[in-house]
Antibody, heavy 122, light 105 residues
Framework: QVQLVQSGAEVKKPGASMKVSCQASGYTFTHYFMHWVRQAPGQGLEWMGWINPHSGGTNYAQNFEGRVTMTRDTSISTVYMELTRLKSDDTAVYFCAREGRGPLIEGAFDIWGQGTMVIVSP | EVVMTQSPATLSVSPGERITLSCRAS??????LAWYQQKPGQAPRLLIYGASTRATGIPARFSGSGSGTEFTLTISSLQSEDFAVYYC????????FGGGTKVEI
């Protein structure tokens, strides 16, 4: 079945970097854009950006420009999201989410990873 | 930047009730709107896209309507498994989510 499996929880110090992976299975990896969305504890959803797994092209939300890098490894159907210069308010669950393809659904996120908890603490 | 506003923030209801959740966009987004359901400790699940099309496997009691700036999600007869937080999401340009509506008993 179609699924996205993310890497495990992490604890980081302020100023450090984090890198979360998201491995896709059950579909053609390069045919669907992948997005990253985060959710701080008890808060709503915040879009971070997308990567085109076919070309490697990216587009980042302004809030994260300069701190985030999204990459992919097509040989293992995996995308990565790296966030640098971590602060305490980067503590959140980070989700990868596949963008749908087809009429009307293009732009919506039809498949989500299980989430990766990242805690930033001294 | 399109701002999405959901109301109410919290809705206290009973099983079997019909409920309507609202989502307003700060400018027209045509029908580029999705709704998601999120339960504690889980990832969001796509319910509705294109403002009114149910995603695969979503029960018929969920329906979406609207276009432009005003959108609604209706649950015709609330089941126990429907108690959750619901988010709207515009994808007309830079993706943006609403703040969510918590549906509680």
């Amino acid at each position: 079945q179609v699924q996205l499996v993310q890497s495990g929880a992490e604890v980081k110090k302020p100023g450090a970097s984090m890198k979360v992976s998201c491995q896709a299975s059950g579909y053609t990896f390069t045919h669907y854009f992948m997005h990253w969305v985060r959710q701080a504890p008890g808060q709503g959803l915040e879009w971070m950006g997308w990567i085109n797994p076919h070309s490697g092209g990216t587009n980042y939300a302004q809030n994260f420009e300069g701190r985030v890098t999204m990459t992919r490894d097509t040989s293992i159907s995996t995308v990565y999201m790296e966030l640098t210069r971590l602060k305490s308010d980067d503590t959140a669950v980070y989700f990868c989410a596949r963008e749908g393809r087809g009429p009307l659904i293009e732009g919506a996120f039809d498949i989500w990873g299980q989430g990766t908890m990242v805690i930033v603490s001294p | 930047e399109v701002v999405m506003t959901q109301s109410p923030a919290t809705l206290s209801v009973s099983p079997g009730e019909r409920i309507t959740l609202s989502c307003r966009a700060s400018q027209s987004i045509s029908n580029n709107l999705a709704w998601y359901q999120q339960k504690p400790g889980q990832a969001p699940r796509l319910l509705i896209y294109g403002a009114s099309t149910r995603a695969t496997g979503i029960p018929a009691r969920f329906s979406g309507s609207g276009s432009g700036t005003e959108f609604t999600l209706t649950i015709s007869s609330l089941q126990s498994e429907d108690f959750a937080v619901y988010y709207c999401h515009q994808y007309s340009n830079w993706p943006r989510f609403g703040g969510g509506t918590k549906v509680e008993i």
